[in-house]
């Protein structure tokens, strides 16, 4: 399994914070809480699928609790936390902010993963990651939400946000996966954003069935 410095890893989580926040753009402004709030979702979504989907048969929504999970979860944490603190500060009236004063997230949880899991594992097949890869990559990319998120929310209210939302992700079960089919369209409206297919993933890719 790859690592958090791999660069493979870091260029994936740079693409995936762009997926974020392309969509996000309101008034040439990224809506903080629902920007931070989305990439957590999605990397506890991804966490989910890895360590719990398949074993558990529940309905969507059905909070699960899974041991694997817990162990992955506090290193995540501290990743984002470390990032998020690098991140340049907001005035004092900002960093003041009492955790949940600037939440007001646009979108839900499962809106959330209904617009971008389909790409998440479209762009995934597309660079050759593996789920473990996937996860690495989605939990650098809420990190580096974290940290451009610094100025607009404060340290205590953004690293709260971060981490409660991918906490919350990662216990609550989600629908079916979906299939790359689905993520295939939405990805291409991307293609300006994407990086580049090495020749040997193309050729991996013209292989595949």
């Known amino acids: ?26 008034g040439g402004n990224v809506h903080a809480a629902t ?13 989910y699928r890895l360590e719990v989907d398949g074993r558990v048969d529940v309905k ?10 817990n162990a992955r979860l506090p290193e995540c944490f501290n990743l984002i ?11 004092e009236t900002v960093e003041s902010l009492e955790v949940g004063s600037c939440d007001e997230r646009r979108l839900t949880m499962q ?19 593996t789920p473990a890869d996937l996860v690495l990559a989605a939990t650098l990319s809420t990190a580096v939400a974290a940290a451009n998120c610094r100025p607009a929310m404060g340290l205590k209210a953004t690293t709260h946000l ?3 939302s991918m906490l919350e992700a990662s216990k609550t079960a989600p629908g079916p996966r979906p299939t790359i089919a689905e993520g295939k ?9 994407l ?15």
Not at 60 to 69: C, D, I, K, R
Not at 186 to 191: C, D, E, N, S
Request: with cysteine; charged share 20%; hydrophobic share 45%.
């Open 81 to 91: 936390a470390v990032m998020a603190a690098r991140g340049d500060s907001g005035d």
């Open 162 to 164: 971060a981490h409660y």
């Open 1 to 26: 399994m790859s690592d958090w410095n791999d660069s493979h890893i870091r260029q994936a989580a740079d693409t995936l914070d762009l997926v974020i926040r392309k969509p996000l753009i309101d």
């Open 195 to 209: 990086p580049p297919l090495t020749w040997s993933r193309r050729f991996a890719l013209w292989l595949k069935p």
């Open 60 to 69: 969507p929504g059905t909070v699960v609790l899974s041991e694997e999970v």
């Open 111 to 129: 809106q959330a993963r209904d617009t971008f899991e389909p790409v998440y594992w479209a762009f995934a097949q597309r660079q050759g990651l």
């Open 185 to 193: 369209a939405h990805l291409h409206k991307l293609a300006t954003i």
């Open 35 to 47: 920007y931070l709030a989305c990439s957590a979702w999605m990397a506890g979504t991804i966490l």
